[in-house]
């Protein structure tokens, strides 16, 4: 059946996007139009998944995915109906990626992603030795394993060779336009989310670079995405030969954008492998909350908010491990009850708000009588008290927040989860149906440079959830006893 958002190829307007997302589960791509429909059968995805270990590990091969990007580009630029009719490409890549890289541009080491929490040692003597409140509020962001002042201090203790060869450290997103460009084109937010970058003045902070062991020069240069490069194509995609190439964006920046939350009357609840609540604010936070990040994502925005590792990797996890009914549609709108186990759904560990990378996850007041299903109910309700701990830093950090937004994956294949996410906040949740809506965002911010005077189509909305009282009241009950857990055993 075909999409009711998008477009044929002959009645798309001009100028075209081509937009790619590269996500903790595959590299995804496609053609925009200017109003930012997506253009019918100029879609692509090549699956892909991390390599994980019990040591915290968490990584994949750049080159793999740099392939993949190919396969994309071939698959959506094929079709000669397109001409010369693409404007731009953008990409955004799943935030925090690390990569060492010789002189040469050959990479030394795997992608350490975002997840990756083997530098736990480290971010514990960088607390030792930095106030952390201090260097939150210069780069908005706390000494987590996420960051790269901690994972360049660990690799300097575990892979020294590695580092003394390392000519430069790039993102994921960088190392692929190198490949296709010759040039790493980071921008604003790419390097905003390294944790090094001073959020008020979009410069390196000095006293990180000296704890990370690293030189400026062997970071690039923060670029907007009002600076694209010029194109370069090879001849075999004669489709993006007129082209401009914008810097690799983060997935969540973009995912706003795709949401509709342009500003700061809509906070965004991203729903993926892994999640977020994110509002773009004009200007910094001021004073930053100490369990939020606040990262540049251009010269006049910020993005507040914060990240959870565990959204889509828990549900993952719980169909791929547990015995569940077909009908988790039943189980999700069934009313809440005690007899629910309590889950701290850290599989990966815990960033906002309490930023404990080595966390795990926590089932409590799992019996004999528990079930499968009644299980996966725990789990999705601590993914919802996760978010509502994050919702609680941002509330006095943006008070004009008017609605709430919910976009992703998981609440496309589960949209009854979204009940149990407005009774856990308190607050109505709308749910955003477009599908790839970051990718969609991707596309929308080339288009807001290539063409800023056309009108675009409006985001695909579904049901709004209301929270029901009873239930509210049940999950603030839920929560103080997710808190008591929580401070037992997983601070310590």
Not at 148 to 177: C, D, F, K, M, N
Not at 419 to 445: E, F, I, S
């Amino acid at each position: 059946m075909p999409r009711t958002d998008d477009v044929a190829l002959d009645a798309a307007l001009d100028p075209l996007v081509l937009a790619m997302d590269i996500g903790s589960t595959a590299t995804r791509g496609g053609v925009y139009d200017a109003s930012g429909r997506p253009v019918r059968g100029l879609q692509h995805k090549v699956p892909h998944a991390f390599t994980v270990a019990p040591d915290g590990t968490s990584v994949i091969d750049p080159d793999q995915v740099t392939a993949e990007v190919g396969q994309v580009l071939d698959a959506v630029t094929g079709d000669r109906r397109l001409g010369t009719r693409i404007a731009g490409v953008a990409m955004d890549t799943f935030a925090a990626s690390l990569i060492a890289v010789d002189a040469a541009g050959r990479a030394l080491t795997p992608c350490i992603t975002y997840a990756d929490s083997r530098s736990a040692a480290a971010v514990a003597a960088l607390r030792a030795e930095l106030d952390e409140h201090a260097v939150q509020q210069r780069t908005g962001t706390r000494l987590h394993t996420s960051y790269h002042a901690p994972r360049l201090r660990w690799l300097a203790a575990t892979q020294p060779r590695v580092v003394a060869a390392a000519a430069h450290w790039w993102s994921l997103g960088e190392y692929i336009l190198a490949r296709l460009t010759g040039q790493p084109l980071a921008g604003t937010s790419t390097m905003a989310w390294t944790g090094l970058l001073d959020r008020r003045t979009g410069e390196l902070d000095a006293e990180l670079l000296a704890a990370a062991g690293i030189a400026a020069a062997q970071l690039s240069p923060p670029r907007d995405m009002t600076e694209p490069a010029p194109p370069a194509a090879p001849a075999r995609r004669p489709a993006l030969a007129r082209a401009v190439w914008f810097p690799v964006i983060t997935d969540g920046f973009a995912s706003n954008i795709g949401a509709g939350a342009t500003d700061a009357t809509v906070l965004t609840a991203a729903t993926a492998t892994s999640g977020a609540l994110r509002v773009l604010l004009d200007g910094p936070a001021d004073p930053l909350p100490s369990g939020l990040w606040n990262y540049r994502v251009g010269a006049r925005h910020t993005l507040l908010g914060g990240a959870i590792n565990d959204v889509g990797r828990a549900v993952s996890w719980a169909q791929e491990t547990l015995r569940l009914s077909p009908a988790l549609g039943a189980v999700l709108t069934a009313p809440p009850t005690d007899a629910t186990p309590l889950v701290l759904p850290y599989l990966t560990g815990e960033r906002a708000p309490g930023w404990v990378g080595g966390a795990r996850a926590v089932l409590t007041g799992v019996s004999a009588a528990t079930d499968a299903d009644t299980l996966f109910r725990g789990i999705v309700e601590g993914v919802a008290m996760t978010y509502a701990r994050v919702a609680d830093e941002l509330r006095p950090a943006a008070p004009g927040v008017l609605e709430v937004a919910a976009a992703g994956r998981v609440s496309n294949d589960q949209p009854e989860w979204l009940q149990v996410l407005a009774d856990v906040l308190g607050r109505p949740v709308t749910h955003v149906t477009r599908r790839r809506a970051t990718q969609r965002g991707t596309a929308l911010l080339a288009l807001d440079v290539l063409a800023p005077g056309v009108p675009r189509a409006p985001r695909a909305t579904g049901a709004t959830y209301e929270p029901r009282p009873a239930h509210v009241e049940h999950y603030a009950q839920r929560r103080a006893r997710f808190a008591a857990v929580y401070d037992a055993l997983v601070r310590g």
